[in-house]
């Protein structure tokens, strides 16, 4: 019989084994998604056209005009006005240089101001944005997917991590006594008897403090042409009442340590290096490094030894701060004091104004107390109005 094989000029070729890499065209037999997605890059990184990130977010909103109602078009324009702050202080002046790692610097930067939920959202703006940043040809297909989105719920959803009045005790102790009246002092104090978001604080000129016969006023403005915007603009201006002993401080602070400098916009800036007015990460690092537990308490709760403590990576330098578990951004600082508000039994109005949140969202995110907490401060609030127990009956 004649042989059928159509191989006549040689022997069969032998069959490409599983997992070789490629079949006899030269062809991946089996790639990874990871490895498909960076071969996807690498092929669109040379087709981006450059766009900056202000036309990226001008092109996204008019894109989205026609699906989106008033309202939540406000919303995302609002967040991602957040993004492109981010942008201007991270230098990014090109969508295309965008990478995986600048989104996490991102996520992190966001998420000192934001409760978990709300981060949440914030983050799933930032993907849809980027999505449509495919198709306007600024960033390469992967990238939207490398937005880290942060899994949010039940408890989650409305309640975060906060600092406990007794450990901001215990830090204001310490610094009060080995760094008294210097600016790491002056911040946490402005933190943790004021509530002031991380931008207030940074908003603060020398001129817009002032002392008085029962203590200090800070004067909040919403300052955005000059790089000092308050987070709900001019609704968040607002005279702030600061307690004697804090007063104290803040004068001693201005007259002994704080350098006599001015920023870029020839203001003089309360919170302040020998740079001028200090950044939002200089700001957080203070955060995370007194909230590291080895720094005020001499002890580890997380499992590392006391003679090996000096030597852990989060220990040694307030840069690398944020690594320990137990430490805190200041936006679970100012949780912190609120919920130390509520538990004092001060008003949630009262706290409203002061800390420029609504109502709503201090129920919804700062409000860590349980009910039997909340049931207990009622009723030490209805005895004290009306005298004794035995007489806070209505029919009485």
Request: glycine share 6%; with cysteine; charged share 30%.
């Amino acid at each position: 019989m004649p042989d059928e094989s159509p191989h006549t000029n040689g022997p069969d070729p032998e069959p490409t084994p599983a997992g070789s890499g490629t079949n006899r065209n030269g062809i991946p037999s089996e790639i990874d998604a990871a490895d498909l997605a960076a071969l996807l890059d690498e092929v669109t990184q040379d087709d981006l056209s450059t766009l900056s990130p202000e036309d990226g977010v001008e092109m996204y909103l008019q894109v989205r005009k026609e699906e989106l109602t008033a309202s939540s078009l406000k919303t995302q324009k609002s967040r991602l006005g957040i993004f492109l702050d981010w942008c201007d202080e991270a230098e990014v002046t090109d969508l295309n240089d965008l990478r995986g790692r600048d989104l996490l610097q991102f996520r992190t930067w966001r998420s000192d101001d934001l409760s978990p939920s709300s981060l949440e959202a914030n983050m799933r703006t930032l993907r849809s944005f980027l999505e449509r940043c495919v198709n306007f040809d600024a960033v390469p297909p992967s990238l939207p997917e490398k937005v880290d989105i942060p899994a949010v719920d039940g408890e989650n959803a409305s309640r975060g991590e906060y600092v406990p009045s007794e450990q901001a005790e215990r830090i204001l102790d310490h610094l009060d006594q080995y760094e008294y009246a210097t600016v790491e002092h002056v911040i946490w104090l402005l933190m943790t008897t004021a509530g002031l978001r991380l931008s207030a604080v940074r908003s603060i000129d020398v001129d817009d403090f002032s002392s008085t016969s029962d203590g200090g006023h800070l004067h909040l403005n919403h300052r955005p042409d000059s790089d000092t915007p308050l987070k709900n603009k001019s609704e968040s201006e607002r005279i702030v009442h600061l307690p004697e002993y804090v007063d104290q401080v803040l004068d001693d602070y201005v007259e002994t340590n704080r350098p006599d400098v001015t920023d870029e916009y020839g203001r003089q800036p309360l919170v302040a290096s020998e740079h001028g007015r200090v950044a939002r990460t200089t700001i957080r690092k203070y955060g995370y490094k007194w909230t590291r537990p080895c720094v005020v308490d001499g002890t580890c709760p997380h499992g590392v030894p006391d003679e090996e403590i000096e030597s852990c990576e989060a220990r040694q330098s307030s840069s690398y701060a944020y690594k320990c578990p137990g430490s805190s951004s200041p936006h679970p600082i100012r949780r912190g004091y609120i919920t130390h508000e509520l538990n004092m039994g001060v008003p949630k109005e009262v706290i409203s104004d002061r800390c420029d949140v609504s109502s709503e969202v201090i129920d919804e995110h700062y409000d860590e107390r349980s009910d039997e907490e909340r049931m207990e401060l009622r009723t030490e609030i209805r005895n004290s109005t009306y005298k004794t127990e035995d007489e806070s009956g209505y029919a009485q």
